[in-house]
């Protein structure tokens, strides 16, 4: 009976960063409602492959289970996703998995994302209140704003939209489009915009916001429904005043 | 503007393709089109356009040194980005890619046109309707023209697109899907001015 209820997957393995990848098949007993991540729990539980060979277990990244930590990103079926809410019975079969392309591969489906931590230190996607003394409360957020401004919030540094944007690439050393977000993000949170020029220079810089090329591809991609193109032209307008005010306005800009 | 060369350039570049490069391009077609009125008009046409006062310092700085910055800054920005349309084929994405073979397209398409007609001009030939019609005798320059046309007036419809994201200007979901038809009816306005002029000539 379980032998008409295997799910097979194909997965792209890498034994480590320097090694040359290759596939290998497996087949899983199917479950009511198995995610992704529950059949590679089963595989790690019982790490044979399709051809009855003992394997190494398949190594991949997780957090929360739950779509908010953006750990589990991988290319399911040739889209990227996170792989905690792709449902086995949603999914055509065989169910390809692959490591994200744009990211370096660690070991099998785990990629290092160190890139995207490093866009937003370079864009300073924070809120600096840190000081020798207490600076009191900040100025109030409307609530219809913060509403607004949670949507960017959700944001998991998950990676799906550099995956999916043709711009960053291996040629071009972009950030993309999901610091480009979170610069938005905190230029719009009343205390944050006191450093907002710094954001926007941070984007102005090398790699910054000029390397988009409007395809669009991450907005459809991304997991949050963040409206990151909106976030694209919203700050190529605030680059673009900037830029005037402070190559025609009379003084430093303050404001 | 020492540490944002790059974003001062892709400025730059999103601002030449429009002005003054896209409105040469409207130009250049209209006065084509005198061609539908006959070879007299398209004459006269012409011989106004190149017996313009300051002709060399017009060409220069509206034509060539834009045009071609933009083209070649273009070429880089083209082969910088790993196309994938298979995978994510979405409109915008294959707006985005066919962006990239237009200008390709048109760089060949102009730099051969510019050979065969301005420089063949400053070496001594008369440019004139006679010389687009003994060009266009030949189908397959009729093609290529066709095709360069139509490859150019794209390129510019969904470059003012791209224009107008670049600058802020459409920020919303719904001013981008409008400017979306409104660059489409231009593209077909404008390719519709050049192919009946490239007609005209057979």
């Known amino acids: ?255 | 503007m020492a540490g944002n060369r790059e974003f001062f350039y892709r400025r730059l570049h999103s601002l030449l393709g429009v002005i003054p490069v896209g409105v040469f391009l409207i130009q250049h077609l209209v006065v084509n089109h005198f061609a539908t009125r006959g070879e007299q008009a398209f004459n006269d046409a012409a011989h106004f356009m190149e017996s313009l006062p300051f002709r060399i310092v017009l060409e220069l700085f509206i034509i060539f040194i834009p045009l071609y910055f933009h083209a070649i800054y273009g070429v880089y920005i083209a082969f910088t980005s790993k196309n994938n349309v298979n995978q994510y084929s979405y409109f915008r994405n294959w707006m985005f890619y066919l962006q990239r073979i237009s200008g390709v397209i048109t760089l060949i398409f102009v730099t051969w046109h510019v050979w065969e007609t301005r420089i063949q001009a400053a070496l001594g030939e008369e440019v004139n309707f006679s010389m687009m019609a003994d060009i266009l005798a030949n189908p397959f320059m009729v093609v290529f023209y066709i095709i360069g046309v139509v490859s150019t007036t794209f390129h510019f419809a969904n470059g003012l697109w791209s224009f107008l994201v670049s600058w802020g200007i459409t920020m919303s979901p719904r001013s981008q899907r409008i400017s979306t038809y409104v660059t489409l009816a231009i593209f077909v306005a404008l390719s519709y001015v050049g192919v009946a002029a490239i007609l005209a000539f057979i």
């Not at chain 1, 739950?66 to 065989?94: F, H, W, Y």
């Not at chain 1, 020029?197 to 941070?202: G, H, K, P, W």
């Open chain 1, 1 to 255: 009976m379980s032998e008409t209820e295997n799910i097979t997957f194909i997965i792209k393995r890498q034994d480590d960063p320097e090694s040359s990848s290759y596939e290998e098949t497996f087949h899983v007993p199917y479950r009511q409602n198995m995610n992704v991540i529950s059949a590679l729990m089963e595989i790690r539980r019982n790490p044979v492959n399709s051809n009855g060979e003992d394997t190494t277990p398949v190594y991949w990244d997780m957090g929360c289970l739950e779509e908010v930590c953006g750990a589990c990103s991988m290319k399911i079926n040739g889209k990227p996703r996170q792989s905690c809410t792709a449902l086995v019975d949603q999914l055509e079969q065989p169910i390809r998995l692959e490591p994200m392309s744009t990211f370096p591969v660690m070991r099998d489906l785990a990629v290092d994302r160190s890139r995207m931590f490093d866009a937003l230190k370079k864009v300073k996607a924070w809120v600096p209140i840190d000081g020798t003394h207490d600076l009191g409360p900040g100025p109030r957020m409307a609530e219809n704003k913060r509403q607004w401004a949670y949507e960017l919030s959700k944001c998991m540094t998950c990676g799906v939209c550099l995956e999916a944007c043709p711009n960053v690439n291996s040629k071009s050393d972009f950030i993309g489009p999901a610091a480009i977000s979170q610069v938005r993000l905190f230029n719009s949170h009343p205390t944050g915009a006191m450093n907002k020029n710094e954001r926007l220079e941070a984007l102005m810089g090398e790699g910054g916001l000029a390397e988009c090329g409007n395809s669009q591809n991450c907005v459809q991609s991304c997991p949050k429904g963040i409206p990151l193109t909106t976030s694209i032209a919203s700050m190529n307008r605030e680059t673009a005043l900037h830029s005037f005010k402070s190559f025609f306005g009379s003084d430093h800009e303050v404001n």
